[in-house]
């Protein structure tokens, strides 16, 4: 069975940092396309930020370009989210994606997406 599991959601004061993780089990990580998503309630899902394990490219939307920073472990099958300057607005719940095969830029695998992680919480108190 083909898992992704998010982790590493909490509390943290505008400005802090959170470091997500995305653990996958039941696929190999070497040519999947591994997206970022989050939702703000009453707010449509936002696909921000994605890398490609086959190559480590890696694509950001402009709200959260140099402030976050997507990585992967291919060793460990994990995703890393690293988040820097966090500010209220980033509030929400976050979810990990994958989609198998090569996309370029990584963001073309939306629409492909095969599992999806249970979510983690993100809540920045200002």
């Known amino acids: 069975e083909v898992q992704l599991v998010e982790s590493g959601g909490g509390l943290v004061q505008a400005g802090g940092s959170l470091r997500l993780s995305c653990a996958a089990s039941?696929?190999?990580?070497?040519?999947?396309?591994i997206g970022w998503f989050r939702q703000a309630p009453g707010k449509e899902r936002e696909g921000f930020t994605c890398?490609?394990?086959?190559?480590?490219?890696?694509y950001y939307a402009d709200s959260v370009k140099g402030r976050f920073t997507v990585s992967s472990d291919n060793a460990k099958n994990t995703v890393y989210l690293q988040m820097n300057s966090l500010k209220p607005e980033d509030t929400a719940v976050y979810y990990c994606?994958?989609?198998?095969?090569?996309?370029?830029?990584?963001?073309?695998?939306?629409?492909?997406?095969?599992?999806w992680g249970q979510g983690t919480l993100v809540t920045v108190s200002s």
């Open positions: 890398i490609s394990s086959s190559d480590g490219s890696t």
């Open positions: 039941g696929l190999t990580f070497d040519d999947y396309a």
């Open positions: 994606a994958a989609a198998s095969g090569s996309y370029y830029p990584c963001n073309r695998a939306y629409r492909y997406l095969e599992v």
